[in-house]
C-alpha cells in the first residue's frame, strides 16, 4: 500500500483527545483507529498485536539475523483539541510549486506566512480543505511506522534485529505515556516518529509543569459592594499582570522558557487560571515557579486573606540528561538519516512527546521527524516524500 494511501486511511478516524475527560481514553473514539490498527498489523502477519484496556495498540516483529538491539517505534493515535478533527477533508497537491494553496476562499495556506512550505517545493503535499485539523500530529507518525512493518513483513531479504511498535493515546493532553507497558514493549530503546523535519534528531525538550491558580474572592451585591466586594476575577488578571511580560511564549524561541496562560474561568466569587510552565533548565524553571510563589504571597498579603491558592504538578522533564549516559539511540539514528541523505541535525524541541516521559521511566526515546507541519490547526500539511523517506531511515535504523 502507498503511504500516502494509508495515512488518508488513518485521517478518516476522529481521534481528538479531551483534556477535560477523566476516562482512559480520554475520548474512546480513539479505541476505533486502534482497532484499525491491529488489524491490518495482522492482515501484515504481525499476528501478536493487539490493544489493552487503555486503547493502546502494541506488536513486535521478532529478529530474522543475530542483532542484539531490540528497538521500538512509537507513534500516538490522538490528535489536538486546538481545531476539530471530524469530517476531515484532505486534497493531494502534485508537485507543490511554491504559490498560495487556496484551502477554501477564506482560508490561504501561503509560504509568505508559512515559510517551511518552500522546504517542500515539487513535493506532493496532502493539506486541509481549511475547516479541520489534518491529523498528520501523529497518523503521519503512524503511517510511517505501519509502512516500516510491512516492508519488513514483505521483503525476507531484510535483515533485522528485534522490532517493537506501539500507538498510544491522549499524548496531545500529556496523558500518552502514563499507562505505557514497558515490559510488553521490551525495547532497550526507542524512537517516538512525531514531528517535522525529517532532517532531526530531537533529544532535548521542555522541562515542564502545569501551574493551576484558584482565586477566591467576597460576593457581594453591586449595590452595596463598597468595602466588601473582592472580584475574583479582577485579582486573576492582576495575578497574570504580575508576572514577567518577557516569559510570554508569543516572543520566545529557542532555548528561552515561558509562562503560558492556556484557560481563564471567572466569576465574581471564584476564578480559575491555568498555566503551563517550560524551560529547558531546570534551574531556571524552579525560578519560574519561585516567581508564581512569589506573586500569590504578595496579594494575599495586600488582600489580608489567602485569595490566591497555587497548584504546581510536574509533567515531564528534559530527556537529554538521561539519554547523554547512553547515547546509542542517537549514534543509531543519526547514522541512518546521514544514509538517506538527511542531515541528521540535533535540535531542542519547544514541547514535549511520550518520549519525554518514557526516557525519565527508563526508555531512551528520542523523536524522529514526519514531514508534517503546522500541527494543531487548518493550515496543517505533510509531505508524502518525506513520509516516505523517514521509512527508509526507520528501515535503516533497525537492519543488521
Do not use: W
Amino acid at each position: 500500500m502507498k503511504i500516502e494511501e494509508r495515512f488518508l486511511n488513518y485521517v478518516k478516524f476522529d481521534t481528538t483527545s479531551d483534556p477535560a475527560s477523566e476516562t482512559v481514553p480520554s475520548t474512546m473514539k480513539q479505541k476505533e483507529l486502534a482497532r484499525f490498527l491491529v488489524d491490518e498489523l495482522h492482515e501484515m502477519g504481525i499476528e501478536n498485536a493487539y490493544m489493552n484496556d487503555f486503547g493502546e495498540v502494541y506488536a513486535h516483529i521478532e529478529a530474522n539475523c543475530d542483532m542484539k538491539e531490540r528497538i521500538g517505534f512509537i507513534a500516538h493515535m490522538d490528535t489536538s483539541s486546538d481545531c476539530s478533527g471530524k469530517d476531515v477533508c484532505p486534497r493531494i497537491i502534485r508537485d507543490y510549486d511554491g504559490s498560495d494553496i487556496e484551502l477554501n476562499p477564506r482560508v490561504i495556506l501561503s509560504p509568505k506566512e508559512f515559510k517551511n512550505l518552500y522546504r517542500h517545493l515539487h513535493q506532493d503535499l496532502i493539506v486541509t480543505d481549511g475547516n479541520t485539523l489534518l491529523g498528520g500530529d501523529d497518523k503521519a507518525g503512524i503511517a510511517i511506522i505501519m509502512s516500516m512493518a510491512e516492508r519488513i513483513m514483505e521483503d525476507e531479504s531484510l535483515k533485522h534485529g528485534y522490532i517493537g511498535i506501539a500507538f498510544t493515546c491522549d499524548e496531545e493532553i500529556g496523558r500518552g505515556a502514563d499507562h505505557f507497558d514497558l515490559q510488553a514493549f521490551h525495547c532497550d530503546y526507542a524512537y517516538t516518529v512525531d514531528g517535522g523535519d525529517i532532517n532531526v534528531i530531537a533529544y532535548e525538550n521542555f522541562n515542564a509543569c502545569e501551574a493551576v491558580v484558584h482565586v477566591h474572592g467576597k460576593s457581594v451585591h453591586p449595590g452595596d459592594a463598597k468595602g466588601k466586594m473582592i472580584n475574583a476575577s479582577l485579582a486573576g488578571m492582576q495575578f497574570h499582570m504580575c508576572l514577567d511580560p518577557f516569559k510570554d511564549p508569543a516572543i520566545t524561541e529557542g532555548y528561552e522558557g515561558f509562562h503560558h496562560l492556556t484557560d481563564f474561568q471567572g466569576k465574581c466569587d471564584e476564578a480559575t487560571l491555568s498555566y503551563i510552565l517550560r524551560d529547558h533548565d531546570e534551574d531556571k524553571l524552579a525560578a519560574m515557579i519561585k516567581e508564581l510563589e512569589n506573586v500569590r504571597d504578595f496579594m494575599n498579603q495586600r488582600y489580608g486573606y489567602e485569595i490566591i491558592d497555587l497548584e504546581i504538578h510536574e509533567q515531564y522533564k528534559n530527556m537529554r540528561t538521561y539519554i547523554e549516559k547512553d547515547m546509542r539511540c542517537i549514534d543509531k539514528a543519526v547514522k541512518a538519516l546521514k544514509e538517506c541523505g538527511l542531515r541528521g541535525d540535533s535540535e531542542a524541541i519547544r514541547g514535549g512527546t511520550d518520549g519525554a516521559m518514557l526516557t525519565y521511566k527508563g526508555l531512551n526515546c528520542p523523536n524522529l521527524g514526519t514531514g508534517s507541519e503546522n500541527c494543531h490547526g487548518r493550515y496543517e500539511y505533510v509531505s508524502i516524500q518525506d513520509m516516505d523517506v523517514m521509512t527508509e531511515v526507520l528501515i535503516k535504523i533497525v537492519s543488521a
